[in-house]
């Protein structure tokens, strides 16, 4: 059976608050007090629009940063992003942010607009790519319907870039320019999986990328984690752990200090380029 979470009255939230203020010798913040009461988010909001408000009853001083700077704000949206692994609800910010939400929505006018500001920004930014690929499969998921952040406050859909890039033609019949991005290495090495030893058992939003099966040089197949990243240097730049993952699949190995075998798929084109000459 799935645990009951208990309601608090608001009272009763100002008094926890009060209490683990006396017991901390500081201004509790949030995650110490969300951790501390078990509380469901929502029900939080129904007696308070935000923290610093529960503080300000409490007469406690704030501890939520007020921010005008819109990359800061995005910045802090796209790293709880990336410890999620999802788009972040408005009561997992509250619980978890930074920023106060009013800063926010008066930068962005809406919880909704924060995805779609952030998505505009740093789409073509390689250190946020985990994020944006996490806003891509939301997209990709609700597929026809509008982008839904928080079911109060609905979003509008992201236009897709339209110009497309290329880059430096292949002598390769199914895929006739080298690849730009990471998409086009996942789309590369599943071409070339079979060639490399691979066998593919699985694709997912998330780390790591994939899940695959390798070839040893005694035949044997064995279970990898794999990661795709357009280049090495990515993985450290993504602040991946390197105990999650196995492989890194790239179009450009430039990570000389990578302590994971890496699959360069350039240098795997060329050596088949030789062979069959």
């Known amino acids: 059976m799935p645990r009951q979470t208990r309601k608090f009255t608001r009272e009763e939230i100002v008094e926890a608050l009060i209490s683990l203020g006396a017991e901390l010798g500081r201004t509790p913040s949030k995650s110490d007090f969300f951790a501390k009461l078990g509380m469901n988010q929502r029900h939080f909001e129904k007696h308070f629009n935000e923290y610093n408000d529960a503080l300000a009853a409490a007469k406690l001083p704030p ?3 007020k921010c005008r700077d819109a990359d800061q704000l995005l910045d802090d949206w796209g790293n709880l992003a990336r410890r999620l692994g999802h788009i972040p609800r408005l009561g997992e910010y509250i619980s978890r942010g930074k920023y106060s939400v009013s800063a926010f929505r008066g930068v962005f006018d809406s919880w909704a607009g924060v995805a779609k500001a952030f998505y505009a920004r740093s789409a ?3 250190t946020w790519h985990d994020v944006v690929k996490i806003i891509d499969a939301h997209k990709a998921r609700r597929a026809g319907q509008p982008l839904i952040l928080h079911e109060l406050e609905p979003a509008t859909n992201f236009a897709p870039p339209t110009t497309a890039t290329y880059g430096k033609p292949l002598n390769f019949d199914f895929l006739r320019h080298a690849p730009v991005n990471e998409a086009g290495v996942v789309y590369l090495f599943g071409c070339l999986a079979t060639t490399l030893g691979y066998s593919v058992e699985a694709i997912q939003i998330g780390f790591p990328d994939c899940e695959a099966k390798r070839k040893g040089k005694d035949g044997r197949l064995r279970r990898v984690r794999v990661e795709f990243e357009f280049e090495s240097r990515n993985f450290e730049l993504h602040k991946h752990d390197a105990s999650g993952c196995d492989v890194i699949v790239c ?6 200090e990578c302590p994971l075998h890496v699959v360069e798929l350039k240098s795997e084109l060329e050596k088949l380029e030789k062979k069959a000459a």
Do not use: L, S
Not at 251 to 256: A, V
């Open 124 to 126: 073509e930014d390689r």
């Open 251 to 256: 179009w450009h190995h430039n990570w000389k």
């Open 63 to 65: 501890n939520i940063r």
